[in-house]
């Protein structure tokens, strides 16, 4: 990839038919706003992982293309400020898209082909666990099944997904591994006569399950060894977008007063209860 001639516009606030912004975060936080084809990532530097990303998809111009496998690192900012090929080198840690690869490869040929090769750079990677199960599967056709009910929106979306980016997250070859991820997706339908926006709210979380995992027996463990930290099965929840923001420090009131969840958070305890964090183990529990 040539940083000369690379200018990509990246994600459009204006794609949908009302403006719609990139995720923020808080006041002080050091990010990289690096533009891609059809969509933005905002990474931050010290994690050396995003902190947000989005995409604009356009679902009546979805080109095929050939997947290829070309990670690399983005030339635009120092490679000492990105996740690459050392975390994943000889382990069972998957590069995990966040954009998803086939999202961006919308348009004409040469710029379904160009964003189909952005979404290989690095920094729009994150370590995820390798074994593949249903909940995988299930966070992975998450856009195709919003970009379905999506249809009256002229089969538009707009999707913005990262890690959690938590302190105590366990060291890895220099790198603190997400045990969480977040996604929300956005679109419009016509409410009586007016335009108004939807949004909803996902978790992934690859926190190992077992109850008598001693956690920080194994980190200790892995950091010794130079293995992975354990990772458990894929578990993917629709949360309230406000539980989004509490986890990840990001302005998404926006998003929030447009979230199809009923917004009950008032019911919660002080314990820190889950209760509206529905669990899915297919599409039919999606609440859209």
Do not use: C
């Not at 690379?6 to 990289?32: C, E, K, V, W």
């Not at 898209?97 to 290989?120: I, K, M, S």
């Amino acid at each position: 990839m040539d940083a000369a001639i690379f200018s990509p516009t990246g994600y459009d606030d204006n794609f949908l038919d009302l403006p719609l912004q990139l995720p923020t975060p808080s006041a002080g936080t050091i990010t990289r706003e690096l533009p891609y084809t059809h969509f933005t990532i905002l990474l931050d530097p010290v994690r050396r992982l995003a902190i947000a990303t989005g995409v604009n998809i356009n679902g009546d111009q979805l080109i095929d293309v050939d997947r290829g496998d070309d990670w690399h690192l983005d030339p635009r900012i120092p490679n000492n400020e990105q996740t690459g090929e050392a975390v994943y080198a000889k382990n069972d840690l998957d590069r995990g898209h966040l954009v998803r690869r086939r999202d961006p490869v919308w348009g004409d040929a040469a710029t379904a082909q160009q964003a189909n090769a952005d979404t290989f750079a690095y920094t729009n990677a994150a370590p995820q666990a390798g074994a593949f199960n249903q909940s995988k599967e299930l966070w992975l056709g998450l856009e195709d099944h919003v970009l379905t009910y999506a249809h009256t929106n002229k089969n538009r979306i707009s999707v913005f997904t990262a890690p959690v980016l938590f302190e105590e997250d366990p060291v890895y070859r220099g790198v603190r591994i997400p045990q969480l991820f977040w996604k929300v997706a956005a679109w419009t339908t016509t409410v009586d006569a007016a335009t108004v926006l939807q949004t909803a709210g996902f978790v992934l979380d690859q926190r190992p399950q077992l109850a008598d995992l001693d956690l920080d027996a194994l980190r200790a463990q892995a950091l010794i060894a130079g293995t992975p930290p354990p990772l458990g099965p894929y578990r993917t929840y629709q949360v309230p977008i406000m539980d989004i923001a509490g986890l990840t420090g990001l302005d998404l009131m926006t998003f929030a007063d447009a979230d199809v969840l009923a917004p009950v958070l008032a019911v919660r305890n002080d314990t820190g209860d889950r209760g509206l964090w529905v669990e899915l183990s297919d599409e039919s529990g999606i609440h859209l």
